[in-house]
């Protein structure tokens, strides 16, 4: 099997542009002599005279100029590879895999994906959708590189992850269209406690953060249906099956005059998480600047 050493590409291909080994030792600044041992083992390599030699000029032969044409190309890929190493390296280059919930891929992901396809092209988004904190596993498995997920107060310590606040929205109440308090400028959690309440399933933080306020205002809510999809929530709230408290960015397509503000209202506090030790990396942390500044 043929095996070429690229470096003495370099060689020949100086030896080509300056026509001395003298000069071709100048421009590559070697001695004559390694630049000749070099084109020696090169001749080895290829089981060919690639020079001809009278006295101090040196010439190719005709492989030696078919080789020459191979090695433009081959030092050009080379030269192409060390470029995109050096842009990922600066985080400039490189794909980078997200895990997110549906509202925050809309809120967030999306126009991050917009704006580093304008500022840093050599960047590609990889989104996956994962409800509540089901990204954290593929996080820690090393499907993904970077989760947004929601913090709580029980949220597991985990000391591989490192946590990021990226937003913090408030949940608002969402009404049947024909609800007493429709049209109040704001309306009491208490104010629901009778209420036939649609939250989302166990498991998912959303339901935590509301039964833990409901459970501070001095009230169980009663819980007949359950969704982890905000707009199958308001579907039903609007059939008139009960009353749903919804996170702000997951309103999105919901009748306005069905939504009004909670005091005090519960919130959902949104982080980005990488893994420890990865979240220096530049390209890692250009993402996270970008998913920051697009987070509302």
């Known amino acids: 099997m043929l095996v070429i050493d690229p470096r003495r590409l370099r060689v020949l291909r100086a030896l080509a542009d300056h026509g001395t080994v003298t000069a071709a030792a100048q421009a590559l600044h070697l001695s004559p002599s390694a630049v000749s041992q070099q084109l020696a083992s090169l001749e080895s390599e290829v089981g060919q005279e690639l020079l001809r030699r009278k006295g101090r000029r040196v010439w190719l032969t005709p492989a030696g100029e078919l080789l020459v044409e191979h090695a433009d190309a081959v030092l050009a890929e080379l030269d192409r590879a060390e470029t995109r190493l050096a842009a990922y390296a600066a ?3 490189g ?3 997200i895990a997110a919930f549906a509202s925050a891929i809309t809120t967030v992901v999306a126009p991050t994906i917009a704006a580093l396809r304008r500022t840093n ?3 590609t988004i990889l989104v996956r959708d994962a409800e509540g904190q089901e990204s954290l596993p593929l996080l820690l498995d090393g ?3 970077i ?3 929601m913090h709580t107060a029980h949220t597991p310590v985990e000391h591989r992850i490192v946590w990021d606040p990226l937003y913090t929205e408030p949940f608002d109440a969402v009404l049947p269209p024909d609800h007493p308090l429709i049209g109040r400028p704001t309306v009491a959690i208490t104010d629901l406690a009778d209420d036939d309440w649609i939250v989302p399933h166990p498991g998912n933080p959303c339901r935590e953060v509301l039964l833990t ?3 501070k205002a ?3 809510p ?3 249906h359950a969704s982890d999809d905000f707009t199958a929530e308001a579907a039903l709230v609007t059939a008139g099956v009960g009353i749903a408290l919804i996170p702000r960015t997951a309103l999105r397509g919901i009748d306005p005059t069905q939504v009004i503000p909670v005091t005090p209202a519960p919130h959902r506090h949104v982080t980005t998480a990488t893994r420890r030790g990865r979240e220096s990396h530049p390209l890692l942390h250009l993402t996270r600047k970008a998913l920051t500044d697009a987070a509302p």
């Open 91 to 93: 985080g400039e280059l």
């Open 95 to 97: 794909q980078v895999r």
């Open 121 to 123: 092209p050599g960047i």
């Open 143 to 145: 499907e993904i590189d």
């Open 147 to 149: 989760a947004i997920t």
């Open 213 to 215: 306020a409901c459970a």
């Open 218 to 220: 001095g009230f169980t």
């Open 222 to 224: 009663r819980v007949t």
